[in-house]
């Protein structure tokens, strides 16, 4: 988008030059909407928890920044004439549910006829405009939190490839499947400097992108980072999607790995997520209560991987 001419508007807050995925928009003294759209190839065998996860990670630009679900529409490419109807059926049943459990409503959508299953939705959401969370206000000392556990991207690259266990399956169905709305909701009450949703760019791809936009760097706490267990066998098969191994070459002239930290975990690190977890940037002083009443209401995973240092680099340690 750098080639596009630039967009001039004062209700224009947020979004397009910084290349988000989502922009906000002023739609009175107060008020703005944050709009978002995303969608995905099937990363599930079950159609309704396909569309579950696929509205959930459609959201979570919406809760990155802190503002609250209220409407959206679906965006479906489906092998029509090819494929049941049926399918198409309980994936929207699955968005649909997903999408009242966050308190938003779907008004409409559209479908094109295609060679594969695609589903997301265009989501809009409602913030005031004094409480707009951002990826660029991370401060030095800051701690980093993450709220989900990483490894969903090699596991769905093993489900595909037909050898992932039964359990590692259902433990990354459970955490796409969860909507970031605790997590966004406490770090508004508590008060955070920066935010961002962990997705296809990764742990380390979604921080530089923060530290670049901040004008700072940070420091990552290579073993604390939360990983679902069965991630670090399928690493030594290298059974990574093929947007890991990118985010793994985009990050790596901006990072330097400490000797224990061994090849499997450093694409760890970067293994491209769906509907990942929030990644916070909050004052050393805040950290603790943020931390408490994310765990108190059920982000169970939720843990300080690491903290904002000046120097702009990143640094697993
Ligand atoms: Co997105
Ligand atoms: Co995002």
């Known amino acids: 988008m750098e080639k596009l001419p630039k967009i001039e508007d004062p209700s224009l807050l947020y979004g397009y030059d910084t290349l988000g995925d989502a922009g906000v928009y002023a739609i009175s003294d107060d008020l703005a909407l944050v709009q978002t759209v995303d969608l995905l190839t099937p990363i599930a065998d079950d159609p309704y928890t396909f569309g579950q996860i696929a509205a959930a990670n459609s959201l979570s630009d919406l809760y990155a920044m802190g503002a609250k679900p209220i409407s959206a529409l679906n965006v479906i490419g489906f092998p029509v004439g090819k494929l049941d109807l049926a399918v198409l059926n309980r994936i929207l049943e699955g968005g649909m549910d997903k999408t009242k459990e966050a308190g938003a409503v779907i008004l409409g959508g559209h479908t094109i006829k295609d060679e594969e299953i695609k589903y997301g ?4 959401g409602i913030i005031k405009r004094g409480e707009i969370i951002t990826s660029s206000g ?4 800051d701690r980093l939190i993450i709220t989900k556990p990483l490894g969903t991207g090699v596991i769905s690259t093993a489900l595909k490839a037909g050898i992932a266990s039964k359990g590692a399956i259902e433990k990354i169905n459970h955490y796409m499947i969860q909507l970031n709305n605790v997590a966004s909701e406490v770090m508004k009450k508590v008060g955070v400097d920066a935010a961002t949703d962990i997705t296809g760019f990764g ?3 979604h921080l530089l992108q923060m530290v670049q936009a901040s004008g700072v760097g940070a420091e990552v706490y290579g073993e604390k980072v939360p990983i679902i267990e069965e991630a670090f066998g399928l690493a ?3 059974l990574f999607p093929g947007g890991s191994k990118d985010n793994f070459n985009y990050v790596r002239p901006h990072t330097s790995f400490a000797s224990g ?3 499997e975990l450093q694409v760890l690190l970067c293994d491209a997520q769906t509907s990942g977890g929030l990644l916070i940037a909050v004052s050393f002083e805040k950290t603790e209560k943020l931390l408490r009443l994310l765990q108190e209401k059920g982000v169970e995973k939720a843990c300080v991987i690491g903290k904002i240092i000046e120097r702009r ?5």
Not at 121 to 124: E, G, Q, S, Y
Not at 138 to 141: F, Q, V
Not at 313 to 317: G, M
């Open 261 to 263: 930290i061994g090849p």
């Open 138 to 141: 991370a401060k030095p000392k």
């Open 203 to 205: 742990l380390l791809g």
């Open 236 to 238: 030594e098969k290298k």
């Open 313 to 317: 680099r990143l640094q697993v340690i």
């Open 121 to 124: 939705l265009a989501a809009t």
